[in-house]
């Protein structure tokens, strides 16, 4: 069988995705690819994703999966016995769908646009922006402090993959000083999150 291509840039939300396939024990390769850098690299995942998106992934079968949520929720349903997720029909797999999307649809979307002020409004108005995307990311992650009791992991005894994004976008503005302060229930299970050697071992290519 082919292996899983993860189209990635180092210290990209391609940095869940890869330690999710780590930890499932999937065959995979890496592309690089930096989606601000014109080149062959950006025309090849163009060509799968018209957004240029970190994380892209090509499955075995040559599917083309696109949004970090969608790639995770793959890997889970095709690597069941890798722990990535609690067990179906639980009351954590549900809050797992839950605060995944939720970072997502709040955190991750703030992301883009801090970083990509120029897609939403003018040069004037770009530093506005981008304090208000810190803004906002700062309130859900305050959200999710309050929500979720670390038990040691953020749904339980067992590390998913909610861990490993919250992990990886924990790192990102307002960054992990601010995060260690603010929110130190999710710390701790940061912390814990990133004992794990292969998490470990991801973390050292991307983000040290």
Not at 137 to 147: C, D, G, N, P, V
Request: glycine share 6%; aromatic share 8%.
């Amino acid at each position: 069988m082919k292996p899983y291509t993860l189209f990635y840039c180092q210290g990209c939300g391609s940095a869940g995705v890869e330690a999710a396939l780590e930890l499932a024990g999937a065959s995979y390769q890496g592309e690089p690819v930096a989606p601000w850098e014109p080149g062959p690299a950006l025309d090849r995942l163009r060509s799968l994703n018209p957004l240029a998106q970190i994380p892209t992934l090509l499955t075995p079968d040559g599917e083309v999966l696109t949004e970090s949520v969608a790639i995770l929720i793959h890997l889970i349903e095709q690597f069941p016995d890798a722990t990535l997720a609690p067990p179906p029909g639980s009351g954590a797999r549900a809050q797992l769908w839950r605060w995944l999307v939720f970072l997502a649809t709040n955190i991750y979307a703030a992301v883009g646009v801090g970083d990509h002020p120029e897609r939403w409004v003018s040069e004037k108005a770009r530093d506005e922006l981008v304090e208000g995307s810190v803004e906002v990311r700062k309130r859900s992650w305050l959200i999710l402090e309050a929500q979720l009791s670390p038990a040691p992991f953020l749904l339980g005894a067992q590390m998913t993959v909610l861990d490993i994004q919250v992990a990886m976008m924990s790192r990102w503005r307002p960054r992990r000083v601010w995060f260690d302060e603010s929110c130190p229930r999710l710390a701790a299970a940061v912390r814990r999150t990133e004992e794990s050697p292969i998490v470990a071992a991801v973390w050292a290519r991307n983000f040290e």
